[in-house]
């Protein structure tokens, strides 16, 4: 009983990493906007303001609104020729190609078999990763046929935030942080150390705890605290190794040095 013990503390500590990832800061923008909803690798950055998605080029901006439909849930410029908009008060998810002209618009109250959805993320082809709060199961949906290509089994607690690539979907709830690969098998499932939200770049995975971040070692399997001054920070965001903090008068870039 003794050797049980010892090992299940054994578990729980590890999962932190006992090196820091350092940062080097790069610069300091004045910026405004209630979030960023991404900055690309060619600097372009997609913000929303006044409930409208703005996409700030270096040459041209183009701005997108949809007043009914209500506040904007949440907007994902992962694919920047398909960017998803979702509307959880309308349960509708809108997606817009690279001048924010409509695609499509996904009512999921009007579909065959009825979803309630909280989360909406950009996967690959024509198709969206949903989180159905009913059921709470994570379900890869081709919004084109309106076919479900696969579904998980359902989470044991509250879904926090979802995010996801052409490749893979990750899920934090209260409990575990799950990674589900695109046939909608399970990759991994890790507890959940008091994360609240998560940010992916390039299949690296960040998450966000009492305003530090955190980088998940997927080799080692633990969380790698992330040296970062001390700001008032409202959002980070990572792309291609940049680590950006906002907040909220300023956009600081730093340099991870991994």
Request: charged share 20%; proline share 2%.
């Amino acid at each position: 009983m003794k050797t049980f013990i010892f090992f299940i503390f054994f578990v729980s500590f590890s999962t932190f990493g006992q090196e820091s990832i350092e940062t080097t800061f790069v610069s300091k923008t004045p910026f405004d906007a209630e979030s960023i909803v991404g900055i690309d690798n060619f600097g372009t950055v997609y913000f929303i303001k006044h409930n409208t998605l703005f996409k700030l080029e270096e040459n041209r901006n183009y701005s997108y609104s949809n007043v009914q439909y209500g506040k904007i849930t949440t907007a994902n410029s992962f694919n920047p020729l398909k960017i998803t908009m979702f509307y959880e008060d309308f349960n509708t998810a809108i997606i817009l190609d690279n001048r924010f002209a409509e695609i499509i618009k996904i009512d999921f109250n009007m579909l065959d078999v009825y979803r309630n959805v909280s989360f909406v993320s950009t996967a690959n082809d024509n198709a969206l990763w949903l989180f159905n709060q009913d059921n709470q199961q994570l379900e890869l949906f081709n919004y084109k046929s309106n076919n479900t290509l696969a579904t998980t089994l359902p989470t044991q607690s509250e879904a926090l935030d979802l995010i996801s690539n052409y490749n893979y979907c990750w899920i934090l709830t209260e409990k575990f942080l799950y990674k589900y690969n695109y046939f909608g098998s399970l990759v991994y499932k890790v507890k959940n150390e008091g994360f609240t939200s998560i940010i992916e770049d390039n299949e690296h995975v960040y998450l966000t705890k009492e305003n530090n971040l955190y980088y998940f070692n997927e080799t080692e399997q633990v969380f790698q605290f992330i040296k970062t001054p001390e700001l008032l920070t409202k959002q980070f965001l990572v792309t291609n190794e940049t680590l950006y903090i906002y907040d909220s008068k300023n956009l600081h870039k730093f340099q991870l040095n991994k």
